[in-house]
């Protein structure tokens, strides 16, 4: 069975450029989070699907973050305009149920570099 | 959500058991703690989750004092594939995970 993927693994664009993430959960799983990691700073939650609705963007930073569920499946997290401390590791996870023993399968992470 | 508390950093050697403690005082009646594993470039992996005692998988063990406010994941027989940052989660009815700074354990031949 396929595990969360993430696309691109690494991206490199100049500030006041778009960039697209893209995730792929484990197929089945209702729930879709992304996270991130910048320089030098601990893991941290952006939002959390179920389905394709949102239920918890508490952690999107601003309104230059946009992220869709189209149709429950995939999810894509863009970027627009990029700035320079938008740099940092973007961590997609899954998970089959909420709450209480709920394991989250994490993909492998877009590395994304501001120029 | 309750704070935990982690070593930065463990240092061992291959074959030794490694025990990496977590504080977390502030746990609620309702949080489970759990331990995530992150190799370099990957995303956290889960390894093991508990409410009290003690729990045992395949992997690792956990060992949970009576009052909670603590909890130590134990390695048995580490080797060098087991370098790695460990974090520490308590939560509880929530899929908002809230990671650390995590332990880098490195194990050295």
């Known amino acids: 069975e396929a595990g969360v993927t993430q696309f691109p693994s690494h991206s490199v664009i100049e500030k006041g450029q778009t960039v697209t993430l893209r995730c792929d959960p484990i197929?089945?799983?209702?729930?879709l989070y992304w996270y991130r990691r910048v320089m030098g700073k601990e893991i941290k939650f952006l939002l959390h699907f179920v389905k394709e609705s949102k239920q918890d963007e508490s952690g999107m930073p601003n309104n230059r973050f946009l992220a869709e569920r189209t149709g429950g499946t995939y999810s894509t997290l863009k970027v627009q305009p990029a700035e320079l401390e938008d740099s940092g590791v973007y961590f997609c996870a899954s998970s089959q149920n909420q709450g209480l023993h709920t394991e989250a399968f994490f993909g492998q992470g877009t590395r994304l570099t501001v120029v | 959500l309750a704070k935990t508390t982690q070593p930065i950093s463990m240092d061992s050697y291959e074959g030794q058991e490694v025990n990496i403690t977590c504080s977390h005082n502030n746990i609620a009646t309702n949080d489970y703690i759990t331990w995530y594993q992150q190799f370099p470039s990957q995303g956290p992996r889960f390894i093991i989750q508990g409410y009290k005692t003690k729990v045992t998988n395949e992997v690792a063990s956990l060992f949970i004092p009576a009052d909670r406010k603590s909890s130590t994941l134990s390695l048995p027989r580490v080797s060098l594939s087991d370098t790695a940052v460990y974090y520490c989660l308590v939560g509880g009815a929530t899929n908002k995970l809230i990671f650390g700074t995590g332990t880098l354990l490195a194990v050295q031949p």
């Open positions: 197929s089945g799983h209702d729930n």
